[in-house]
């Protein structure tokens, strides 16, 4: 079964600091692996994913992730964070299955920016 | 550009009462899925539809159902509502088949249910 962890609940960084929120996959075949972020009482909006080529994926709103194979990791960074962009990160693996495809989510982390 | 839209956004019902939640896909797409997320949980997937047909099912109890119209528009139906019934539920959306690997999904705000 494909799924993803996410070792931190919480994580705090100053506004102008690099932040880092972690991934890990556990995924048969090639990973399909993909970052979102929640809003107090909003949609899940998509970051930006890994399905093949470079290891370093650029998003939305100034975010990237990592892609490492060896390390079975896909942590999503940002050079300087905002404190907008406090909210909930979920990291997400597909998994396909007949017709469509499903997303199996982390359990989430809380990101604080602080002034 | 047009979202996913969900209605209605709130909902309260009463234990064993019945809620119906509704779905509007991005024009175009044809693919539909439905996620549960818990106070403070991770989303979890219930169920996805493709051209109007059943394509996936996750962990949705047999109280539920679902279906696609032929709008491509989705609904949930939900009987004999229980209090751990309450959640987000979310209604994402995608184009293509499943080897359509660019295909990410597409999510709405969510409808709230909160039952008493």
């Known amino acids: 079964a494909q799924s993803v962890a996410q070792p931190e609940d919480q994580v705090k960084v100053a506004e102008g600091n690099p932040l880092t929120v972690k991934c890990t996959y556990s995924?048969?075949?090639?990973?399909?692996l993909f970052w979102y972020v929640q809003y107090p009482n909003r949609g899940l909006q998509f970051l930006l994913k890994?399905?093949?080529?470079?290891?370093l994926v650029k998003g939305s709103y100034g975010f990237e992730a990592e892609f490492n194979k060896s390390q079975t990791s896909f942590h999503l960074k940002k050079p300087s964070a905002l404190v907008s962009d406090s909210a909930l990160y979920f990291c997400?693996?597909?998994?396909?299955?007949?017709?469509?495809?499903?997303?199996?989510f982390g359990t989430g982390t809380r990101l604080q920016v602080t002034l | 550009a047009a979202g996913v839209i969900q209605s209605p956004r709130h909902l309260i019902k009463e234990k064993r009462e019945t809620a119906t939640l509704k779905c509007y896909p991005i024009?175009?797409?044809?693919?539909v899925y439905w996620y549960q997320q818990g106070p403070g949980q991770d989303p979890q997937f219930l169920i996805s539809?493709?051209?109007?047909?059943?394509?996936d099912k996750g962990s949705i109890p047999d109280r539920f159902s679902a279906q696609q119209f032929s709008d491509y528009h989705s609904e949930l139906n939900m009987s004999s509502l229980e209090l751990g019934d309450s959640a987000l539920y979310f209604c994402?959306?995608?184009?293509?088949?499943?080897?359509?690997?660019?295909?990410?999904?597409?999510f709405g705000p969510g409808t709230r249910l909160t039952v008493l």
């Open positions: 024009p175009r797409h044809d693919t």
């Open positions: 539809f493709y051209e109007k047909m059943q394509s």
């Open positions: 997400a693996v597909r998994s396909f299955a007949g017709t469509a495809s499903k997303l199996t």
């Open positions: 890994y399905i093949t080529g470079d290891n």
């Open positions: 995924v048969s075949g090639n990973p399909y």
């Open positions: 994402a959306s995608s184009s293509g088949l499943a080897g359509g690997m660019n295909n990410e999904q597409f």
